[in-house]
């Protein structure tokens, strides 16, 4: 299934000239050109880049996960777990589309203390919060971290716009191992560890401080100010950082110099005008929409509803499973999901997908084999879905990383980095409508079994 995410459009230069891997087995290929091939993508990266990318991507998506692996916890199985979805996911969408206008303005050190403090109250609400409380109280904490989520990636997808291709792929596998570490965690704490859900979530509200390490400590600065000094970026100073470096870091909308070409630096003007501005945005919107919002927005809308809507009860008899419990399916469910997330966002250096639509329709067909499973069960063994759901995460960060790195090979360097965050709308659009389809999605396949006699989807309780 793998062979799904390898370029299969006739180019007109050779994979070595295009700068990907040869398809195996090729005339072209050999194990030493891959070899070759593997050092240039890291020999020329710098290291605390990649580092510092690699955490931003972390940190910023492992709570969303964390949220979303204890939705069942949270809410228990009277409550669709699409309600945890749409709390944890649509004020990330409101803010991707509207934040990518004005965010400029706000300094990336600023962004970055806000985005951890948010992040933090938000669980420590979720956390704290008492299993017979209300369950709004815990939403209200879920909303915080989804604001700072929304908004780290949009700043996050734009700052790789002066880091060049391999902060993306460092921010892509980043993301990915969010994950399945988030995923993987909770996991771990809760059911082999056996701590409590309140222990493990208010462990998690402590991660963001990695973010501050990351942005204030490890990433090099110079980047961010090739605008004054108008020359290309070829390596980081050697130097310690002063506290002229954490202030003076504001790129705004002026880049004299792009760092993902260097032989492509242009010099972008000020228009006065912020309402022409805006126009010129609300163009090059539109301009993304079909070859890279809408194949990102459909297979998120698949993926998402399955996650939410249809695993749920994708359940199997206790003594054929590895399971002692009914609860113990969904975030396992979610922990080969991110698995496959992580495997394909990580990819990106070395596989390629140029057909964005092609994983997408494959998302779609997973969709409709789950929900036909769920309504009337002929799949054998939860070890069939296990490998179903981990093929699902692998379409989904396929398509979510591929994306953004075709924007940075055709946008024009001036308006790359408003397409990355704009682009990035795409993926909340996607999980909003999926969470409403969710939530009436997953009480009516849990109706329909109950009614045809199976009615293990009713005996999970709020944890």
């Excluded at 228990?76 to 004005?102: E, H, M, N, Q, R």
Aim: charged fraction near 15%; hydrophobic fraction near 50%.
């Amino acid at each position: 299934m793998v062979a799904f995410f390898l370029q299969t459009s006739r180019m007109s230069r050779s994979p070595a000239s295009s700068g990907l891997l040869p398809m195996p087995g090729s005339p072209s290929s050999s194990w030493a050109l891959y070899r070759a091939r593997f050092a240039s993508i890291f020999q020329n990266a710098d290291t605390l880049v990649f580092i510092a990318f690699w955490l931003f991507g972390l940190i910023n998506n492992v709570l969303y996960v964390i949220i979303l692996s204890a939705a069942q916890d949270l809410v228990g199985s009277d409550v669709p777990k699409g309600l945890v979805l749409l709390a944890d996911v649509l004020p990330s969408f409101l803010t991707k589309l509207i934040a990518p206008y004005f965010i400029h303005k706000v300094p990336y050190w600023l962004r970055i203390i806000m985005f951890a403090a948010a992040s933090s109250i938000g669980m420590f609400m979720i956390a704290l919060t008492p299993p017979e409380k209300s369950v709004a109280v815990k939403m209200v904490g879920v909303i915080f971290a989804s604001l700072s989520s929304g908004a780290g990636e949009l700043s996050f997808l734009g700052l790789t716009h002066y880091y060049g291709h391999m902060s993306l792929a460092a921010w892509g596998s980043g993301t990915g191992g969010a994950g399945i570490i988030g995923a993987g965690l909770y996991v771990l704490f809760t059911d082999w560890i056996g701590l409590s859900v309140k222990n493990s979530l208010l462990a998690s509200a402590f991660l963001p401080v990695i973010m501050l390490i990351s942005f204030f400590i490890i990433l090099p600065r110079g980047p961010l100010r090739q605008d004054k000094r108008a020359k290309g970026y070829d390596t980081v100073p050697d130097r310690d950082l002063g506290q002229d470096d954490i202030e003076d870091d504001l790129p705004n909308i002026n880049v004299a110099s792009s760092l993902l070409s260097p032989a492509q630096a242009s010099t972008v003007k000020d228009d006065p005008d912020a309402l022409l501005k805006f126009r010129a945005n609300i163009r090059r919107a539109k301009s993304l929409f079909f070859p890279y919002m809408l194949p990102l927005l459909l297979v998120y809308v698949a993926e998402y509803t399955i996650n939410q809507g249809v695993s749920p009860t994708l359940l199997f008899p206790l003594e054929s499973t590895p399971f002692r419990e009914f609860r113990d399916f969904y975030p396992m469910y979610g922990f080969l999901y991110q698995l496959g997330v992580f495997i394909s966002r990580s990819s990106i250096a070395f596989i390629r997908i140029r057909h964005l639509y092609l994983p997408s329709f494959l998302q779609i067909g997973n969709l409709v084999l789950l929900t036909l499973h769920a309504l009337f069960p002929f799949i054998p063994s939860v070890y069939v879905v296990f490998v179903i759901i981990f093929w699902e995460g692998l379409l989904g960060g396929a398509v979510y990383v591929n994306t953004f790195a075709e924007i940075m090979e055709t946008v024009p360097p001036a308006e790359r980095e408003f397409s990355l965050g704009a682009t990035s709308v795409s993926d909340s659009g996607g999980i909003c409508i999926a969470g409403f389809i969710s939530m009436a999605m997953e009480v009516r396949l849990c109706n329909w079994q109950v009614q045809h006699g199976i009615d293990w989807c009713k005996k999970i309780q709020i944890s």
